[in-house]
């Protein structure tokens, strides 16, 4: 199979996938979060490592009247909540769903600049050079194949401005060893790999994320070929555990929120070595043709 088609398959096996996941989305709860935005923010960037990850460095603060683009942009919580915070929002996703949400949010809710949806692959959008103050995904790149998440990112580059900054919230996996420990714990609808061979090996057939490098090495390389400045952030070395322990979910926000807070007190090798996540941060753009 070339690389063309394998690329167009594994858009098309994801759209499937998701067009199914966000057709239950409920644009009333979405639109709940936005009437308790604040508090909302207030638990989620404290607590929820996506939500921490993304929000770090006080983005809540920087992005109002920013043009950011949202790739991968899935149930439209976060594209509506930095809408909400005044930013104008362009989405894309490969779902169509995920643009008959953004019409039903931008209907119910009065934005100072409506969301707009590109929808399909973003490597074949006409958006113009350098218009994008914010190039964002949240668990986006490692859905893709490694030669479609080049080409979208080297899209991301000619894209943003000058002094632009993409920064994308992904899972890191820096440690063999604890990739195989956490494949050998069954998960929600994932089956062990150690124990339930079988059955493991069908939920993968149909899971969506391809074999690919997720590591803080892969993201550097990847980066560092298109940007000028990569920053990387771990997180999760002790977050990760959460859902082991036997805790109420009354008591699960503050474990997390605590453990976020205590790895920061830990070397960064350290941390990168555990992460269960990172924040990938690009900026500045090599000068590259617009094809």
Not at 31 to 40: A, C, P, R, S, V
Not at 122 to 141: H, N, P, R
């Amino acid at each position: 199979m070339s690389v063309k088609n394998s690329i167009k398959g594994n858009i098309d096996h994801n759209k499937d996938h998701y067009d199914h996941l966000y057709k239950n989305v409920n644009v009333a709860s979405i639109l709940g979060i936005l009437n308790n935005l604040e508090n909302h923010l207030q638990g989620a960037i404290t607590s929820d490592i996506s939500w921490v990850g993304m929000y770090t460095d006080g983005f809540k603060d920087k992005i109002k009247g920013k043009t950011i683009l949202e790739l991968g942009c899935g149930d439209c919580v976060n594209v509506a909540i930095m809408a909400a915070l005044g930013a104008k929002v362009i989405a894309n996703d490969i779902s169509d769903r995920s643009g008959d949400i953004i019409n039903s949010l931008n209907k119910s809710y009065t934005f100072e600049h409506e969301i707009t949806f590109i929808n399909g692959d973003f490597t074949q959008s006409t958006v113009e050079a350098d218009f994008f103050d914010f190039v964002i995904g949240k668990a986006f790149l490692h859905h893709l194949t490694l030669d479609l998440e080049y080409d979208i990112l080297k899209k991301v580059a000619i894209v943003l401005k000058p002094d632009g900054e993409a920064r994308f919230f992904e899972t890191a996996v820096n440690s063999k060893v604890l990739d195989e420990l956490r494949w050998a714990v069954p998960m929600n609808n994932r089956p062990s790999k150690w124990f339930q061979p079988k059955a493991f090996k069908q939920w993968e057939a149909a899971d969506p994320h391809p074999p690919r490098d997720n590591s803080t090495a892969h993201y550097k390389r990847v980066g560092d070929s298109l940007f000028k400045s990569t920053t990387i952030i771990p997180l999760g070395i002790f977050e990760r555990f959460a859902r082991l322990l036997p805790l109420q979910k009354k008591h699960l926000g503050g474990f997390k929120r605590n453990a976020l807070k205590l790895e920061y007190y830990f070397p960064k090798a350290l941390r990168s070595f555990g992460a269960r996540s990172q924040v990938i941060i690009y900026r500045d753009p090599k000068p590259i043709e617009y094809a």
